[in-house]
């Protein structure tokens, strides 16, 4: 399989550009710039590599820098923004910086002919960030675009495979970028298109079935896309010896426990083990109002039941989790790795004794998780779900979560969302639900007063939950939801919309 390496000094869109490169079907990987030398560069078989952007300058003391011999290997090397002038420096070019000549936004660039801006206008539209520019070209290069603030927008040395541009062709503003990536990818390294899910799921399986022969495995369902896709290619590995816990704390959603327990276990031939342990965490968080124990509490139980049953089912050899590639880049980014607490399973490896953790979508992005769910036959429902939190409605009965609120909630936000789903809204909102407030308010009904609580209408459009922005949801739909919620559910007087965007609000009110 052919691979690029994604070269990481520091840029908010490592993650992008390495999905940019794989959306075109060429595995991508990201390591860190000081985690891999040229040698082991050389060793692995790259077909070309990405400098991707960073925060510095050059010559900043602190910088990230490279080692040359990376750009003497022969193999295709492409700079962006910080990477470029990186690129430059390295190879004896100068980098300036002038205050008039930072750009920011979309800025217009044009080109003079050059490998990367085949089939590209003259003239287009790129997202610029930068402070610094390439002001002295290193030898064997020559300038291919242009802006009206900066002479080299894009440089390249063809004979040695070297290419540099200042703009980023992996952020969706510039207009072209797909084509100018599909260039050097194809054009210049000559990847071959053979990273599919289909494959993945062919080797990954037969991977697992010979390391896992004859082992006990456990894996933590939550009932999420990731654990659930993580079981069903184990399942199809190693059958009946893989041993899903579903620990349903009695905060889930209307009707959620038993939907995953039937299409996973009944349909899909899982082989789970529920635990109903509504009545302990329900009991564990009687009176407690602040939601930092919320979750404490929640999280700390999680373990106590899940290992309860593990224990139960005798020595187990293997843990296995849903990670995902985003979660192992965070994990190993900076010099002390740190470990990204899972959902609710994070302490699990280190509080039980397992002799090997099985993590079989570590490779993957979460649209290549999903496509691969859809592929072993998850039904599209639960594979295309929105995000749901761990401590799940707990964080959303705002203030003491009781039995009846959590009913009301459960019905309040089970309307809400198959209204949403009618509309056309449900494919561009990232994430929709209700929230109960503690504060009730006066109302009247028929002839006499009623006084009931108040639930609050969440909706958000985001791409990486980092940033969101409140949904602009038409009238209608808010209204067909409100009048539903409070005629169809009993002891609710008034609902509300959240128009508050992250930041300063958080997508959770708790
Ligand atoms: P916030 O509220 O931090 O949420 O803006 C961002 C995204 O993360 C989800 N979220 C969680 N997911 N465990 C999880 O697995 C948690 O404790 C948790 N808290 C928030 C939230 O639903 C949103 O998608």
Same mark, same amino acid.
């Given at each position: 399989?052919?691979?690029?390496?994604?070269?990481?000094?520091?840029?908010?869109?490592?993650?992008?550009?390495?999905?940019?490169? !794989?959306?075109?079907?060429?595995?991508?990987?990201?390591?860190?710039?000081?985690?891999?030398?040229?040698?082991?560069?050389?060793?692995?078989?790259?077909?070309?590599?990405?400098?991707?952007?960073?925060?510095?300058?050059?010559?900043?003391?602190?910088? /990230?820098?490279?080692?040359?011999?990376?750009? %003497?290997?022969? @193999?295709?090397?492409?700079? @962006?923004?910080?990477?470029?002038?990186?690129?430059?420096?390295?190879?004896?070019? &100068?980098?300036?910086?002038?205050?008039?000549?930072? %750009?920011?936004?979309?800025?217009?660039?044009?080109?003079?002919?050059?490998?990367? *801006?085949?089939?590209?206008?003259?003239?287009?539209?790129?997202?610029?960030?930068?402070n610094d520019y390439v002001k002295t070209l290193p030898e064997g290069f020559r300038a291919v675009a242009c802006t009206s603030k900066c002479g080299v927008a894009a440089m390249e040395n063809p004979e040695k495979k070297l290419f540099g541009v200042q703009f980023h062709p992996e952020v969706t503003h510039t207009d072209y970028g797909r084509v100018i990536l599909r260039n050097f990818i194809f054009?210049?390294?000559?990847?071959?298109?053979?990273?599919?899910?289909?494959?993945?799921?062919?080797?990954?399986?037969?991977?697992?079935? &010979?390391?896992?022969?004859?082992?006990? #495995?456990?894996?933590?369902?939550?009932?999420?896309?990731?654990?659930?896709?993580?079981?069903?290619?184990?399942?199809?590995?190693?059958?009946?010896?893989?041993?899903?816990? *579903?620990?349903?704390?009695?905060?889930?959603?209307?009707?959620?426990?038993?939907?995953?327990?039937?299409?996973?276990?009944?349909?899909?031939?899982?082989? @789970?083990?529920?635990?109903?342990?509504?009545?302990?965490?329900?009991?564990?968080?009687?009176?407690?109002?602040?939601?930092?124990?919320?979750?404490?509490?929640?999280?700390?139980?999680?373990?106590?039941?899940?290992?309860?049953?593990? !224990?139960?089912?005798?020595?187990?050899?293997?843990?296995?989790?849903?990670? @995902?590639?985003?979660?192992?880049?965070?994990?190993?980014?900076?010099?002390?790795?740190?470990?990204?607490?899972?959902?609710?399973?994070?302490?699990?490896?280190?509080?039980?004794?397992?002799?090997?953790?099985?993590? /079989?979508?570590?490779?993957?992005?979460?649209?290549e998780v999903r496509e691969v769910g859809e592929k072993l036959g998850i039904p599209r429902e639960l594979v295309r779900r929105q995000p749901f939190p761990g401590p799940g409605l707990a964080v959303r009965v705002i203030g003491e979560i009781t039995e009846e609120k959590l009913d009301i909630l459960r019905d309040a936000d089970a309307i809400f969302r198959e209204e949403l789903d009618r509309s056309?809204?449900?494919?561009?909102?990232?994430?929709? *639900?209700?929230?109960?407030?503690?504060? !009730?308010?006066?109302? #009247?009904?028929?002839?006499?007063?009623?006084?009931?609580?108040?639930?609050?209408?969440?909706?958000?459009?985001?791409?990486?939950?980092?940033?969101?922005?409140?949904?602009?949801? /038409?009238?209608?739909?808010?209204?067909?939801?409100?009048?539903?919620?409070?005629?169809?559910?009993?002891?609710?007087?008034?609902?509300?919309?959240?128009?508050?965007?992250?930041?300063?609000?958080?997508?959770?009110?708790?």
């Amino acid at each position: 399989m052919d691979k690029i390496l994604v070269l990481d000094f520091g840029g908010q869109y490592n993650l992008l550009i390495a999905r940019r490169v !794989r959306a075109e079907h060429v595995y991508a990987e990201i390591k860190p710039y000081n985690k891999i030398t040229a040698a082991e560069i050389a060793a692995e078989g790259y077909k070309g590599i990405i400098f991707t952007g960073g925060p510095n300058s050059v010559y900043d003391e602190s910088s /990230p820098h490279v080692d040359r011999a990376v750009l %003497e290997l022969g @193999i295709p090397v492409l700079g @962006i923004c910080y990477g470029h002038q990186l690129m430059a420096y390295t190879l004896g070019g &100068e980098i300036a910086s002038a205050e008039n000549s930072s %750009e920011y936004g979309k800025t217009s660039v044009t080109h003079k002919g050059g490998v990367l *801006f085949k089939d590209v206008p003259e003239e287009s539209n790129t997202f610029m960030s930068h402070n610094d520019y390439v002001k002295t070209l290193p030898e064997g290069f020559r300038a291919v675009a242009c802006t009206s603030k900066c002479g080299v927008a894009a440089m390249e040395n063809p004979e040695k495979k070297l290419f540099g541009v200042q703009f980023h062709p992996e952020v969706t503003h510039t207009d072209y970028g797909r084509v100018i990536l599909r260039n050097f990818i194809f054009g210049v390294c000559g990847a071959n298109a053979d990273w599919t899910m289909d494959d993945f799921i062919e080797t990954s399986v037969a991977k697992w079935r &010979e390391q896992l022969a004859g082992k006990k #495995v456990l894996l933590a369902l939550s009932g999420g896309v990731d654990s659930s896709v993580a079981a069903v290619l184990l399942h199809r590995a190693i059958g009946k010896d893989l041993y899903s816990v *579903f620990v349903d704390h009695g905060l889930l959603r209307k009707n959620e426990g038993d939907y995953v327990e039937k299409t996973l276990g009944e349909k899909l031939g899982l082989n @789970i083990i529920r635990v109903n342990a509504k009545d302990l965490f329900l009991e564990k968080l009687k009176g407690v109002c602040e939601p930092e124990k919320k979750r404490k509490i929640i999280g700390g139980e999680f373990i106590h039941v899940f290992e309860k049953a593990a !224990r139960e089912l005798g020595k187990i050899d293997v843990l296995a989790q849903g990670t @995902i590639y985003p979660d192992v880049v965070e994990s190993g980014r900076g010099d002390s790795a740190v470990i990204k607490s899972h959902h609710n399973v994070g302490g699990l490896p280190a509080v039980m004794d397992f002799k090997m953790i099985a993590e /079989p979508l570590r490779e993957l992005f979460k649209d290549e998780v999903r496509e691969v769910g859809e592929k072993l036959g998850i039904p599209r429902e639960l594979v295309r779900r929105q995000p749901f939190p761990g401590p799940g409605l707990a964080v959303r009965v705002i203030g003491e979560i009781t039995e009846e609120k959590l009913d009301i909630l459960r019905d309040a936000d089970a309307i809400f969302r198959e209204e949403l789903d009618r509309s056309e809204f449900r494919e561009t909102t990232a994430q929709y *639900f209700a929230v109960l407030l503690d504060t !009730r308010s006066v109302g #009247v009904m028929g002839d006499s007063r009623t006084y009931g609580y108040t639930v609050a209408l969440r909706a958000v459009t985001t791409d990486d939950f980092m940033t969101a922005d409140f949904a602009r949801l /038409p009238y209608s739909v808010l209204e067909k939801a409100s009048g539903r919620i409070t005629n169809e559910v009993k002891g609710v007087t008034r609902v509300v919309y959240d128009i508050t965007s992250k930041p300063p609000a958080t997508v959770e009110w708790e």
